[in-house]
């Protein structure tokens, strides 16, 4: 330190002493200025002679404290930043250190620097090294209680940056720390919650507690707002038939529901496009924006039901004409049913192969049988119903007919040899050749036997001889008999039992009305009650029994109804050599009411009480 002219070492210790106790009690950097410009007043020689007194004015205006006390929030200058703390100029004696931690990093750097202007709180006025310590974050946080106490009294919004994920909810950023449920994040639960975090957005403050540091937000009381006034402008505009803009919200299995902008409406599966969609997922995802048409709104309920293919013109309109009958194309199999094959054959429309379409020899049970979905089959047209939306189509025909061969090489009266393929109660399927199939009817089995089910005569697998009666190419039918192998009896039965000829006969069958007599093997004829006796009988069992050999005369013969009508008692008569003339005449002519009604319908109340067939 130079020594001042004109001035007495006991003058100079003591600025000396003045000046180092000065530099405890402040920063090294302040300490250092004063120091200059104590020193320059040292080293003027011209103005050594200054007095003790402007030396220690000029001290005292170094040293001057403003009224500082803890508590306090003031603005000051960066002076310097180190690497673990800045120092701050708030016009004090010494200057004050603030935590390089309480100043943000943007882009990777500390968003600090020499000059810039900060508001700080003064923690403490001195620490054990002189210091003022200060706090940035202090300062924020109070300034940030200000907004957020006069915001809650006001009802005001405030902005926040969402930073963290907590329990419950996320916290958020106002300036100080704030608490976001769960349940107030958006309008609907919130799976994912970490989208939302580094996101800003403003907020209502629903609870606010200074003392405890307590603040709970709410986004979703702000969507509400939004979303009613939103509601109330769609519902204006709402009309059937308007077309309106919204966002995919939700995707179920029958549909997605659409954000118009305050209410939701249902966008159906089957709404979606003219073509088949399996989910709407095939064609939608969340948060897609599209138009759509408005199909129906009900007002008292508030539901709207949305359309999207209405928007595009209907495939099936130009359908007749784009596919006419007998239009040969190719398409892929979408679906199967029990009934058939549906494919497609634009977009929008499709058509149904019936399983009677597949094949013209094979039985096809079910279409798996012959395709599976997303094979390419080709098909011709066979009708169009575009009122109903439908289209018939064939795989058959694009394949020569067997039936047409069929019907040139087995002509009516061909014999064939075949195997029994299956029974029903209607008769038996024969096989013919490959997926060809003969039906021998249970009436073409017997001339003269009745047979109640065609398994009283044969079993799966049997072969029998038959002849083919006709080949149905139209209904895809082969007609076989089997009674055709032999002549019919009943062709010349006039010729072989004359009216008016006796004959002994078997008693088979007794009825109410009468008994039923064998000529000969599968020749029945029947005897009216009236016809039995010479006695007046109620019963038949009062003359016959089954089994017994009666003498009979032919009165009636009906070829066509295969019906033989005879009396014993005729023969009776005939025996006394009585006036049988005008009895005869009398029996012949009603022999068509009695003997013939009663023969067939009759026998329907026979057949009920004995079924077998057998005699009783």
């Given at each position: 330190?130079?020594?001042?002219?004109?001035?007495?070492?006991?003058?100079?210790?003591?600025?000396?002493?003045?000046?180092?106790?000065?530099?405890?009690?402040?920063?090294?950097?302040?300490?250092?200025?004063?120091?200059?410009?104590?020193?320059?007043?040292?080293?003027?020689?011209?103005?050594?002679?200054?007095?003790?007194?402007?030396?220690?004015?000029?001290?005292?205006?170094?040293?001057?404290?403003?009224?500082?006390?803890?508590?306090?929030v003031v603005n000051g200058t960066v002076v310097e930043v180190q690497s673990d703390y800045v120092l701050v100029d708030i016009n004090y004696k010494s200057e004050g250190l603030i935590p390089i931690n309480e100043f943000r990093i943007v882009d990777g750097v500390r968003a600090v620097k020499p000059g810039d202007q900060v508001e700080v709180y003064i923690d403490r006025v001195e620490n054990e090294n002189g210091?003022?310590?200060?706090?940035?974050?202090?300062?924020?946080?109070?300034?940030?209680?200000?907004?957020?106490?006069?915001?809650?009294?006001?009802?005001?919004?405030?902005?926040?940056?969402?930073?963290?994920?907590?329990?419950?909810?996320?916290?958020?950023?106002?300036?100080?720390?704030?608490?976001?449920?769960?349940?107030?994040?958006?309008?609907?639960?919130?799976?994912?919650?970490?989208?939302?975090?580094?996101?800003k957005y403003k907020f209502k403050v629903i609870k606010f507690n200074k003392k405890r540091g307590n603040i709970v937000l709410s986004r979703r009381a702000l969507l509400e707002e939004e979303r009613e006034n939103l509601r109330s402008q769609t519902l204006d505009a709402m009309k059937e038939g308007s077309i309106v803009t919204g966002i995919v919200k939700n995707i179920t299995d029958y549909g997605a529901f659409i954000d118009l902008g305050g209410m939701d409406g249902l966008l159906h599966i089957t709404d979606m496009s003219w073509g088949r969609v399996k989910h709407p997922s095939e064609i939608l995802n969340i948060g897609d924006e599209l138009k759509v048409q408005v199909l129906k709104y009900d007002t008292e309920r508030e539901r709207v039901s949305l359309g999207l293919k209405q928007l595009q013109a209907d495939p099936w309109e130009a359908a007749k004409s784009q596919f006419p009958p007998g239009t040969k194309l190719s398409g892929k199999i979408v679906s199967l049913a029990d009934y058939g094959a549906f494919v497609e054959l634009s977009e929008g429309v499709e058509g149904l192969i019936h399983v009677s379409e597949m094949s013209w020899t094979k039985r096809v049970k079910h279409p798996s049988q012959i395709v599976n979905v997303g094979d390419e089959v080709n098909v011709v047209v066979l009708e169009v119903d575009g009122a109903n939306r439908r289209i018939s189509l064939g795989m058959k025909q694009l394949m020569?007919?067997?039936?047409?061969?069929?019907?040139?090489?087995?002509?009516?009266?061909?014999?064939?040899?075949?195997?029994?393929?299956?029974?029903?109660?209607?008769?038996?399927?024969?096989?013919?050749?490959?997926?060809?199939?003969?039906?021998?009817?249970?009436?073409?089995?017997?001339?003269?036997?009745?047979?109640?089910?065609?398994?009283?005569?044969?079993?799966?697998?049997?072969?029998?001889?038959?002849?083919?009666?006709?080949?149905?190419?139209?209904?895809e039918r082969f007609s076989l008999g089997l009674k055709q192998?032999?002549?019919?009896?009943?062709?010349?039965?006039?010729?072989?039992?004359?009216?008016?000829?006796?004959?002994?006969?078997?008693?088979?069958?007794?009825?109410?009305?009468?008994?039923?007599?064998?000529?000969?093997?599968?020749?029945?004829?029947?005897?009216?009650?009236?016809?039995?006796?010479?006695?007046?009988?109620?019963?038949?069992?009062?003359?016959?029994?089954?089994?017994?050999?009666?003498?009979?005369?032919?009165?009636?013969?009906?070829?066509?109804?295969?019906?033989?009508?005879?009396?014993?008692?005729?023969?009776?008569?005939?025996?006394?050599?009585?006036?049988?003339?005008?009895?005869?005449?009398?029996?012949?002519?009603?022999?068509?009411?009695?003997?013939?009604?009663?023969?067939?319908?009759?026998?329907?109340?026979?057949?009920?009480?004995?079924?077998?067939?057998?005699?009783?």
């Open positions: 330190m130079g020594t001042a002219s004109g001035m007495s070492r006991v003058d100079q210790r003591r600025i000396q002493k003045q000046f180092m106790a000065v530099t405890t009690k402040q920063t090294l950097t302040k300490a250092q200025k004063q120091r200059a410009d104590i020193m320059a007043l040292l080293d003027e020689g011209d103005q050594g002679k200054k007095t003790d007194a402007d030396f220690g004015g000029l001290f005292e205006e170094s040293v001057k404290e403003k009224d500082f006390k803890v508590g306090d210091m003022v310590v200060l706090s940035k974050d202090k300062a924020d946080m109070l300034r940030a209680w200000n907004d957020i106490s006069r915001a809650a009294e006001n009802e005001e919004l405030i902005e926040g940056t969402i930073i963290a994920k907590v329990k419950g909810g996320l916290s958020v950023d106002i300036g100080v720390k704030a608490f976001l449920p769960g349940s107030q994040i958006d309008l609907r639960p919130v799976r994912n919650m970490d989208i939302y975090i580094g996101k020569p007919n067997p039936w047409v061969e069929l019907k040139e090489n087995y002509p009516p009266g061909t014999i064939i040899e075949g195997e029994v393929k299956s029974i029903t109660d209607f008769g038996i399927f024969v096989g013919i050749e490959e997926g060809i199939d003969g039906l021998v009817h249970i009436s073409d089995f017997s001339w003269t036997k009745r047979v109640n089910h065609p398994s009283e005569m044969f079993a799966k697998g049997q072969k029998v001889r038959a002849v083919v009666l006709g080949v149905d190419i139209e209904n192998l032999e002549a019919d009896p009943w062709a010349h039965i006039d010729e072989k039992y004359k009216i008016g000829t006796q004959h002994d006969v078997k008693v088979t069958k007794l009825a109410d009305f009468g008994v039923f007599v064998e000529l000969e093997a599968d020749i029945e004829g029947l005897i009216h009650i009236s016809e039995l006796s010479m006695d007046r009988i109620s019963k038949p069992e009062e003359a016959v029994k089954v089994g017994d050999t009666v003498r009979a005369e032919i009165i009636s013969i009906d070829k066509d109804a295969r019906k033989i009508g005879l009396s014993a008692k005729l023969v009776k008569l005939r025996e006394s050599k009585a006036d049988v003339e005008d009895y005869v005449k009398k029996a012949t002519s009603t022999s068509k009411t009695t003997m013939g009604d009663l023969f067939g319908d009759a026998l329907k109340g026979l057949d009920t009480k004995n079924t077998s067939g057998k005699p009783e």
